[in-house]
């Protein structure tokens, strides 16, 4: 027996190996039951108080992570993609800490505005925007629109009687590794025009021939789960060229680039992350050579980091609804979530761990598959991690690094309703988003 062990109030306080700071929000430890707390409220008093699955999110999380951004990168404009998780708080406390908004949609636009987020520090995305979501965004006055195809110039040029401003979305040309689903910087996929194309040349003079559109400069975005800063590096020495090819072809000097997103986070722990300090040196670096090398004056740079910013803040509790144990020796943990709530591991084979909430488990371990309780085989949550071999139907389980991409990719699928938002600030729970009622999934029902 440890000393932990045979005294449990030594552990109030500490982070316990079970809470790896690598994936789980900074505030994260455990109180002298042995329960995991976040910003001080115990997980298990969550599921009991809001049932399960819940997704908790951190809020001193989201915004320590958005004054981490800033102080890396004094001098550029922090966007957050909002299609990582996005909820009136979330906008509020995003814009609070200073950074801007990247939205995609219509929806995500009305929930910017309902949430007070200025217009102008809201850039809107998206391969195939409706003519009623570009309608919206000039009408609500956004600062910037990432202009995606040549049909979009004209839809944007009837519509805006105002200077707008506009990024055209390159594709650079840089195949980035990870899974193919989030690969977005090569040139053959649907985003964006490829760079040093004869369309991309023709996006550009057609933006400029349109006396309402200010063209400010270029977007990429790379894909996803980066951790090698280079990619950035190489991608700012093409566009850097690019601006400079426009400079010579056209005498106008674009002023901004922005590099989206893709930042890698930790889903376990030993994934690698992107290192920002290295990203703002390799930035520092690559604009320096490549504006020496064009004579081009230094764009201002942005950056679309969503994951980065909300992926740790957040934890998904599920109760343990049964275990199974095949004769070949597997075990199954079936939850009362899975794929609904968490579809990433399906779609990308993502990888997460699990622990027990409740109790701090001090017997032997046994590997099994974290499954869900949709009616498809693919419903796995976590795959051959380690669990309390005396792990019981009723337990509450903690999945961390779940903030970002889970209530947004979410479904109601088998007729289950999406789970609530629970946010944690110093102490206390707050239901920011509320479960979904049978009556919620009939609403749209009309019989
Ligand atoms: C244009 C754009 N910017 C930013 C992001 C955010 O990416 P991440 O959450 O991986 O940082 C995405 C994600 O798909 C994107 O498409």
Redesign the pocket.
């Known amino acids: 027996m440890t000393l932990l062990e045979i005294f449990p109030s030594l552990r109030s306080g500490m982070p316990s190996p079970r809470v790896d700071t690598s994936v789980w929000p900074c505030e994260t430890h455990y109180d002298e039951l042995g329960r995991i707390t976040v910003a001080g409220v115990a997980l298990a008093d969550i599921a009991d108080q809001y049932g399960t699955p819940t997704y908790v999110l951190d809020e001193t999380e989201v915004r320590r992570r958005c004054r981490t951004y800033r102080k890396h990168f004094p001098d550029a404009e922090i966007i957050y ?1 909002g ?2 998780l996005l909820t009136r708080s979330v906008a509020r406390w995003i814009a609070e800490e200073g950074l801007s908004l ?1 939205v ?1 949609s219509g929806g995500e636009l009305a929930i910017a505005l309902a949430a007070g987020v200025d217009p102008a520090r809201i850039v809107l ?1 998206g391969t195939g925007k409706p003519f009623c979501e570009l309608e919206a965004a000039v009408a609500a006055g956004v600062g910037r629109i ?1 202009v995606d195809s040549l049909a979009e110039i004209t839809l944007l040029a009837a519509l805006a009687t105002a200077p707008q401003q506009v990024l055209l ?1 390159l594709s650079p040309g840089i195949d980035v590794p990870g899974h193919p689903a ?1 690969r ?1 910087g090569a040139t053959d996929q649907k ?1 964006g025009l490829p760079l040093g194309s004869a369309q991309a040349r023709e996006a550009v003079e057609r933006v400029l021939r349109q006396p309402n559109l200010r063209l400010v400069g270029f ?1 990429c ?1 790379l894909g ?2 980066i951790h090698d800063p280079d990619f950035y590096g190489e991608a700012i020495r093409r566009l850097v060229a690019e601006l400079a090819r426009v400079r010579h072809d056209h005498g106008v000097t674009l002023t901004e680039l922005d590099l ?4 890698a986070v930790a889903y376990r722990r030993g994934d690698p992350e992107l290192n920002l300090a290295e990203l703002a040196d390799i930035i520092d670096d690559a604009l320096d050579a490549a504006c020496a090398r064009t004579h081009h004056p230094r764009p201002h740079i942005a950056m ?5 910013i909300v992926a740790h803040a957040g934890v998904t509790l599920y109760r343990v609804m049964a275990i199974k144990h095949i004769d070949n020796g597997h075990t199954y943990v079936i939850v009362d979530g899975g794929m609904n709530d968490n579809p990433r591991v399906a779609l990308y084979d993502a990888r997460y761990d699990a622990v027990v909430a409740s109790r701090h488990p001090t017997g032997p371990h046994l590997t099994a598959t974290v499954a869900g309780r949709y009616c498809e085989a693919g419903d796995i949550l976590a795959r051959d991690i380690r669990l309390p071999a005396d792990l019981r139907p009723g337990e509450v389980l903690a999945v961390p690094s779940t903030g ?2 889970h209530h947004s990719l979410a479904s109601s699928y088998n007729g289950v309703g999406r789970p609530p938002i629970v946010s944690v600030y110093e102490g206390r729970s707050r239901e920011m988003v509320r479960r979904e009622t049978y009556g919620d999934l009939m609403s749209r029902d009309l019989g």
């Open positions: 993609a299609k990582a990247d995609c995305h990432v979305r989030v977005t985003f977007h975005h996803s789960q989206g997103g893709g930042h679309e980091p969503g994951r980065a970002a991409y």
